[in-house]
């Protein structure tokens, strides 16, 4: 269920690709690589990379219609938030053409950015990943330790934030949503907080037991088998 991709600047980048990657679309002059078999798709101004799924019907979406790409670009992440869950990372162009990149709440896979142009490659710069190995392979340079960060993960090892010990490296967390030009989060992030003082919803157990089954039918339908944690 692990998904290697990298988002790499520069409409003509052409960094030299390990084995293991293949360049899996574009959004404007960003390119997207990786794993042949990593599950994406793609619309006018709009990627998906993962599994997503409609909130209403539970159903994995298999395609990015207009009607679910146009709020996207138009409304941007409060309107993901209200109808797709999953494990995914979604980039899209705003109203504006300003490029974007969330990551799913409330968990999944992590992904990172890098705090600006720097890690260079043959003709544009690598601006986010999930894997360090497949950036590294694709050229981002220079990797340092961030002293102050270490320090802090060491003192306060149960309290994980961004930083992640890296030198202009920065994890995007499960929700938040930024602008890939300026490297700025946008506001209104999903954020765990808001879920628990929110009241809880009380339903009779037969509407649990259906929306549990049909979470867990959406995602036995993308794999030969899940394991279930209670």
């Known amino acids: 269920m ?4 990298a988002v790499v600047r520069g409409p003509d980048a052409t960094p030299p690709l390990p084995p293991s990657a293949v360049r899996l679309a574009q959004l404007g002059d960003l390119q997207i690589l990786g794993a042949p078999d990593t599950p994406f798709l793609v619309s006018a101004g709009v990627i998906l990379i993962g599994w997503g799924f409609q909130r209403d019907s539970l159903r994995r979406l298999d395609r990015l219609d207009k009607d679910v790409a146009a709020p996207i670009q138009e409304e941007g992440h409060p309107w993901v938030y209200r ?3 999953g494990n995914f990372f979604l980039l899209w162009h705003d ?3 300003v490029p974007r990149l969330l990551r799913s709440p409330p968990a999944g896979q992590g992904i990172y950015y890098t705090s600006g142009p720097g890690p260079h490659l043959d003709s544009g710069d690598i601006i986010a990943f999930t894997d360090i190995g497949l ?3 694709l050229g981002l340079r220079p990797l340092r330790p961030e002293p102050a960060a270490l ?7 149960l309290m994980p934030g961004p930083h ?3 030198t202009g490296i920065t994890e995007l967390l499960p929700g ?5 030009d300026k490297r700025r989060l946008f506001p209104g992030a999903w954020t765990p907080w808001a879920q628990v003082a929110r009241s809880p919803r009380r339903i009779a157990p037969e509407e649990l037991r259906a929306w549990v089954g049909g979470g867990i039918g959406s995602w036995a339908k993308c794999f030969g088998r899940v394991q279930l944690e209670l």
């Open 135 to 137: 950036a590294r392979s």
């Open 95 to 97: 109203r504006h053409g």
């Open 2 to 5: 692990s998904i290697r991709v």
């Open 83 to 85: 109808h797709i869950w």
């Open 176 to 180: 938040e949503a930024i602008d890939l």
């Open 164 to 166: 992640t010990g890296i």
């Open 151 to 157: 320090d802090s993960h060491i003192r306060f090892p």
